[in-house]
């Protein structure tokens, strides 16, 4: 069957895109690419610009499923900032994936776990498929070659980055045309992989100017500091991991990227104007597909919150903060209300305080009760009112919102940059004076001046630094893990304790791409495939 999705001339881009994701990981029948192109035999396509860009268009498309449920799960729940409680009447308990994320008790039939693998295997596989259509063209210059296909290996190296961040061990697929079901690489080789080719690829991918949603020099640069950064704790063997990392930083910060004067501008309805945005996935409220549109409302908003917020939104009531990790914003930190939606919601047509069906004030509590009685399957785990919880609010609500988000989701900005260097300076022996410097920039953004102003800054409050500014960003798996915080979360009140064991480093790899592929090896510490 596989071989059958690699051959024939009269293949159609769709089918190639889809067979690049089934030889990966799992049969797939995402639509990768829309109507226009889809019926066009491949050997004639890429003979226009129009068509170049249509074939480049699904790789980048994959940005936009970055921010799902399952890698949101995986990355902000499964570390301290973010949880999916069950809500009273048995909203979002789905089979106990989010009590296993929070615990840290999960499997390799872990929905979300089994999520996120798929979402990142098929984005290679659509980056492997594009990128022989592109190589395999006579329509483009010698530069028009490099540039393109750069784009392309530095957008799949961004999900190979993801899946080894995650997993540690797995396929390595870069051939399009390899038809053998691939094995498990170990971490240190995949590292080894990723940092000679984002390094190969880093100067022929586009420049800032003119590079927004694009993967630039500076995503290039940016993702190496990370690979550099995180060596140590991902226990691969790296010479002068955090002095690469810090020169990597350096020519981040020589491209002309700056802080916006205002932290909002990162996140506002017209956000695609910030010069703090190193890597993007651009939305339109007029987004229709179902895997590319943006629905963080839905996911966190409650049912009724569309009546304060004066839109059109149907949520769902899931995710919100954990607890201790809102109170760590001190109150006059203006991002604190920037982020979480906290309070008492009032109807904005009528001003009365709006009521959940349950009978409660419709108040978004920072702290999350878990109600007593109410335990699922012989754990701690239990419901919580509907109403509980912070939810996010970092990128504003429109009027306008229906069923998607016009906002674009920033995957690399400036700021994590400015932090990433000050990290690696003081993990190296290096400057504390220009960590601090480095850090305090950050801080006297956030509030304004210099009052709050660090004098020496320390590792803990870098950590702490990340969170106040990074929250909601998908990062807060990998600094749990690189701070040594993983094992602890930030709902004590919940007396859901987590396990700790080592292994949980990595996630295992999903039972449904081993029902695909035998060849996968499970990751050490949980049971083997069998």
């Given at each position: 069957e596989m071989s059958a999705s690699l051959v024939g001339s009269e293949m159609c881009i769709r089918d190639r895109f889809t067979g690049a994701a089934l030889m990966f990981s799992m049969p797939s029948c995402t639509d990768l690419d829309e109507t226009v192109y889809d019926k066009i035999p491949a050997e004639n396509f890429g003979k226009t610009d129009g068509e170049i860009n249509s074939i480049i268009g699904p790789a980048y498309n994959t940005f936009k499923r970055y921010f799902s449920d399952a890698c949101i799960a995986l990355s902000e729940c499964s570390g301290d900032m973010a949880v999916v409680p069950t809500r009273k009447g048995g909203d979002w308990y789905d089979g106990g994936q989010y009590r296993e994320i929070y615990m840290h008790t999960w499997t390799s039939q872990t929905s979300v776990i089994k999520g996120a693998w798929s979402t990142a295997s098929e984005a290679i596989g659509t980056c492997n498929a594009n990128l022989k259509v592109v190589e395999s063209s006579d329509f483009l210059s010698d530069e028009q070659m490099s540039l393109y296909t750069s784009e392309i290996r530095g957008i799949r190296a961004f999900w190979i980055y993801?899946?080894?961040?995650?997993?540690?061990?797995?396929?390595?697929?870069?051939?399009?045309?390899?038809?053998?079901?691939?094995?498990?690489?170990?971490?240190?080789?995949?590292?080894?992989?990723?940092?000679?080719?984002?390094?190969?690829?880093?100067?022929?991918?586009?420049?800032?100017?003119?590079?927004?949603?694009?993967?630039?020099?500076g995503a290039a640069y940016t993702l190496l500091s990370k690979l550099y950064l995180n060596a140590e704790a991902w226990g691969v063997s790296c010479n002068n991991a955090y002095q690469m990392a810090a020169e990597c930083c350096d020519k981040v910060m020589a491209m002309g990227y700056i802080l916006e004067p205002?932290?909002?501008?990162?996140?506002?309805?017209?956000?695609?104007?910030?010069?703090?945005?190193?890597?993007?996935?651009?939305?339109?409220?007029t987004d229709t597909d179902k895997d590319n549109r943006w629905q963080l409302m839905n996911r966190t908003l409650h049912y009724k919150d569309q009546l304060a917020l004066s839109n059109g939104v149907s949520a769902w009531n899931g995710v919100c903060a954990q607890p201790e990790y809102v109170k760590l914003f001190s109150d006059d930190d203006p991002r604190k209300e920037a982020t979480f939606l906290i309070g008492q919601m009032y109807n904005a047509s009528t001003g009365e305080p709006i009521e959940t069906d349950h009978g409660f004030l419709l108040n978004h509590t920072i702290d999350v009760t878990m109600l007593a009685g109410t335990e699922y399957d012989g754990t701690t785990w239990g419901a919580v009112n509907q109403h509980d919880g912070a939810r996010c609010q970092k990128w504003p609500y429109s009027t306008t919102l229906t069923d998607a988000m016009g906002n674009d989701f920033h995957v690399f900005r400036y700021a994590d940059v400015l932090l990433m260097k000050a990290e690696a300076l003081l993990r190296s022996g290096g400057s504390a004076s220009e960590a601090t410097s480095l850090v305090n920039q950050v801080r006297e953004r956030a509030f304004g001046d210099s009052n709050h102003n660090y004098a020496t800054v320390t590792l803990d409050d870098i950590l702490l630094e990340r969170r106040l500014e990074l929250s909601w960003e998908m990062h807060n798996r990998q600094d749990d893990i690189r701070f040594g915080a993983y094992d602890k979360g930030m709902w004590a009140a919940s007396n859901c304790v987590r396990k700790t064991d080592d292994y949980l480093k990595l996630f295992p790899i999903s039972q449904d791409a081993y029902q695909s592929n035998d060849k996968l090896t499970q990751n050490p510490g949980y049971p083997a495939f069998k």
């Open positions: 993801k899946m080894m961040d995650d997993w540690g061990n797995i396929p390595l697929v870069t051939d399009y045309a390899d038809k053998e079901l691939p094995v498990c690489q170990p971490r240190q080789a995949v590292f080894d992989w990723l940092i000679k080719e984002v390094t190969e690829i880093a100067e022929t991918c586009p420049g800032r100017e003119n590079g927004y949603a694009k993967f630039t020099k205002d932290f909002k501008a990162n996140f506002s309805l017209t956000n695609e104007s910030s010069r703090e945005a190193i890597l993007a996935a651009p939305f339109s409220e």
